[in-house]
């Protein structure tokens, strides 16, 4: 395709926050995402993505779509690009010598179900198209960018929930590659796999209302402390989650995680989500408050994963009012799940996620209180840290 460009060296794609649609129901009163720019073809049409760590494929709605949640954001036009090809899931052209599938034929097709802890869960319905995509803060014409070659799933469907509440246009999955429909479809893969020269690593870094997500490197310039390393438990089911020894509040262990916990890292999540047959007790434990000053106060609730612990103050898990937790549920089936806990932006704006592509394995390292804000940073500034292995 034409205007590749490889990953060869570290980028930076600047995310801002942006809150939930009303359209999204009861639960988009809260919510909000950390949203990124890509282009896609040529020449480029720019849309908002999400860069979602719990989902594999990238997701765009087809100009073709009529479904309401398809009118209400931006739309993606294979017609419109040169450099577009409708293909199946192996990549190859559903028409041997044609861009676009002609006449009477099959093609593959996919439908995906999204789970959203915020917004609920829905289908999306749609075909395969091969195209160029491009990140980064020069928006496709800087020398911090990377141009891949990628198969796109393009929506001709999108259902209300959780989609219409969703700010953003589509969905960039950089989950491990089983959660991908094939090896095309993944990005990071596809980012990595021609990128020799660049660690096969990429980063989340959430401040207020910005934030970065790094690709080949880390910006370390931000960190209280040590990057510490955790293996990916249970790689094969594509999600970036680590073990978790127990969850406490205060001085209470609240989920002993007798049979096993697991956090998922998610960044299209707003909320610490929590399976919903834990919820409960979790609620009944969590009491913050306004103290005298007017600050939220309550016990803290930490996640210990082994090593290093978690941790979410009051005014990080309760509503804006500080009235009562704002936890999202998670409608997951036992025993095929068991204490599953979404790790959403309410912990990613306290700690660093880093992740590693080739040893499967996620970094926690806590976020400076005391950092500028991100726009202030130099992009070439990767300091040394210390790592720790667990």
Request: hydrophobic share 40%; charged share 20%.
């Amino acid at each position: 395709l034409p205007g590749l460009r490889p990953l060869s060296g570290p980028v930076v794609v600047p995310l801002r926050r942006a809150a939930a649609r009303s359209a999204g129901g009861p639960g988009a009163d809260a919510a909000s995402f950390y949203l990124g720019s890509v282009l896609v073809g040529e020449p480029a049409q720019e849309l908002r993505v999400l860069f979602d760590t719990s989902s594999g494929n990238t997701l765009l709605p087809h100009r073709a779509c009529k479904t309401t949640a398809c009118s209400e954001h931006a739309s993606y036009s294979p017609w419109a690009s040169s450099s577009s090809m409708d293909v199946n899931v192996d990549g190859a052209p559903v028409q041997a010598g044609r861009r676009f599938a002609h006449g009477k034929g099959m093609r593959d097709g996919i439908t995906l179900t999204y789970t959203q802890a915020d917004l609920g869960e829905g289908e999306a319905a749609g075909v395969l198209v091969r195209e160029r995509l491009c990140v980064g803060d020069g928006l496709g014409h800087g020398s911090a960018t990377a141009c891949v070659d990628m198969g796109i799933l393009a929506a001709t469907s999108l259902a209300d929930a959780p989609f219409r509440g969703m700010p953003n246009d589509g969905v960039v999955g950089l989950g491990l590659q089983s959660l991908a429909a094939g090896p095309i479809m993944s990005f990071l893969l596809r980012a990595f796999e021609g990128a020799a020269a660049t660690e096969p690593q990429f980063g989340i870094a959430l401040l207020g209302d910005e934030g970065e997500l790094h690709l080949g490197g880390h910006d370390t310039s931000r960190f209280e402390g040590p990057l510490r390393w955790f293996p990916v438990d249970h790689p094969e089911q594509g999600y970036w989650q680590v073990a978790i020894k127990a969850v406490r509040v205060g001085d209470f262990v609240v989920d002993a995680c007798s049979r096993g916990c697991h956090g998922i890292v998610d960044t299209g999540a707003s909320r610490l989500g929590v399976q919903a047959s834990h919820l409960p007790k979790l609620l009944a434990k969590l009491k913050p408050q306004r103290s005298a000053e007017g600050s939220c106060v309550g016990p803290d609730l930490t996640l210990d994963l082994g090593g290093m612990l978690l941790t979410l103050p009051a005014e990080e898990y309760a509503d804006e009012d500080c009235v009562r937790p704002s936890l999202g549920s998670l409608n997951l089936t036992e025993p095929e799940f068991t204490g599953v806990y979404a790790l959403g932006a309410s912990i990613l704006r306290r700690y660093y996620a880093a992740f590693d592509w080739s040893s499967r394995s996620v970094g926690f390292a806590p976020l400076s209180a005391r950092a500028a804000s991100l726009s202030e940073r130099s992009v070439d500034a990767y300091p040394e840290v210390p790592i720790v292995v667990f």
